[in-house]
């Protein structure tokens, strides 16, 4: 069996989907994508193919290493999205081939299903804690939220109080024992994220996340000290010597790769079992498409320090356009039930696109750019 032929679709509201097909008619899917560069992703995918067009699809190690190595310039997060689809997409033909979802060439699952998370926005605080009850009233028994708008380097106690307001108001909304992890977002400098970290230990929180920008993660254990909240970062690490750096530093308890982003499942999965080996827990980022779900599940089937799965059905990110489920000719593979996910058992990974809806979704495209944000004096601020 040989690659044939490489088809990128960009599609709304905010993903890339590929399709790789092969000279027996086998193909399989991908999503490659970083949030507001897909254009630029999608010809990293195009370059790439000139070193997979006449390959064997089954090897998937080599033509990872062949993608990784065969560029003098590796890393970051244009080339590791590109392999990362590109990854996946071979999985999935792998595993239709051999007709075996991809968690059973991995050794076999761990787990039948997986706890989910649910994105309740907070970027604007006003109606959080009404969509905080309402995912509770759906069945979601974990939550997520941006805690902090845009936040100068030193701020005022006011943003705190009102931050802790917000938060609290969310607490109270849902009850004491619904999980609720609050994303910093990369918004937080060290000198407030530590009066921050201090005036939230009340809503025993499941994690912070992204308390510190990943690149002062020297900083992390310093602005955490004395709370026991636990610490959560990863979506803006691409590889498993990025992740390196954070587990040897000892200063984080979940690490949250995007199987999207982080080179693929043959990457995460190995970044997996390192974080394993230093009792760090695994929770996938993933406020993507179908696709990038699907492949962040067969990871969680056969991690056992994985322990929840962020996904995008209903995300504020997604507008009012396309969702979750609008791509997939299956849409209950995904079987939601008790805040929990079951794991797809589908050949490769477990999902069937709906082609022909994502043809006519790329005619429309998207352009999604994340907002820019500034502050009083006129200064850029995190987003």
Same mark, same amino acid.
């Given at each position: ?13 905010? =993903?890339?989907? #590929?399709?790789?097909?092969? @000279? ?26 000139? !070193?997979?067009?006449?390959? @064997? ?22 080339? %590791? ?16 081939? &051999?007709?075996?979802? /991809?968690?059973? %060439? #991995?050794?076999?699952? *761990? ?7 649910? =994105? ?42 009102? +931050? ?16 609720? $992890?609050?994303? !910093? ?11 921050? +970290? ?19 993660? @020297? ?21 498993? =010597?990025? !992740? ?27 970044? $997996? ?12 980022? *993933?406020?993507?498409?179908?696709? &990038?779900?699907? &492949? *962040?599940?067969?990871?969680? &089937? ?5 322990? +929840? ?28 039930? @008790? ?18 809806? /994502? +043809?006519?979704?790329?005619? /429309? ?17 995190? =987003?």
């Amino acid at each position: 069996m040989k690659i044939t032929a490489l088809k990128t679709f960009i599609v709304p509201p905010r =993903w890339l989907f #590929l399709k790789i097909e092969t @000279d027996e008619g086998l193909y399989g899917w991908g999503e490659p994508v970083v949030e507001g560069r897909a254009h630029t992703v999608e010809a990293a995918v195009h370059e790439l193919a000139d !070193f997979l067009v006449g390959q @064997d699809p089954s090897r998937i190690e080599d033509l990872w290493q062949v993608m990784y190595r065969g560029a003098f310039y590796r890393g970051g997060p244009i080339m %590791m999205s590109a392999i990362a689809g590109v990854d996946q997409a071979l999985w999935d033909i792998k595993g239709r081939a &051999a007709n075996l979802p /991809v968690h059973q %060439m #991995l050794g076999g699952p *761990c787990r039948d299903k997986i706890r989910v998370y649910s =994105w309740i926005g907070g970027d604007r605080p006003a109606v959080v804690a009404k969509a905080a009850k309402e995912a509770v009233d759906l069945g979601f028994t974990a939550l997520k939220m941006n805690g902090a708008e845009e936040m100068q380097i030193v701020d005022s106690y006011a943003k705190i109080d009102a +931050i802790a307001e917000n938060i609290g108001a969310v607490r109270d909304a849902i009850g004491s024992h619904v999980g609720l $992890a609050v994303d !910093f977002h990369g918004r937080v400098h060290r000198p407030m994220a530590k009066a921050l +970290i201090r005036e939230l230990e009340q809503f025993r929180l499941m994690f912070i996340e992204e308390p510190l920008l990943s690149e002062h993660i @020297d900083a992390i254990g310093e602005v955490a000290k004395g709370s026991s909240t636990p610490i959560a970062l990863g979506e803006r690490l691409y590889s498993r =010597w990025d !992740f390196r750096q954070v587990l040897e530093s000892r200063v984080v308890d979940i690490i949250q790769p995007d199987l999207s982003h982080a080179g693929g499942i043959t990457e995460v999965r190995k970044i $997996a079992a390192m974080a394993e080996a230093y009792d760090v827990a695994l929770a996938p980022h *993933c406020p993507l498409g179908p696709i &990038a779900l699907a &492949a *962040c599940l067969q990871v969680d &089937a056969v991690s056992h320090n994985a322990f +929840i799965q962020e996904q995008s059905l209903g995300i504020h990110y997604n507008g009012t356009g396309r969702d979750l489920l609008d791509y997939l000719v299956d849409p209950h593979v995904f079987a939601y039930a @008790d805040g929990m996910v079951a794991i797809p058992n589908g050949p490769g990974l477990g999902v069937e696109v709906n082609e022909e809806a /994502v +043809i006519e979704a790329a005619k /429309v495209g998207h352009r999604w750019r994340n907002p820019l944000w500034r502050h009083a004096d006129g200064s850029v601020a995190e =987003w």
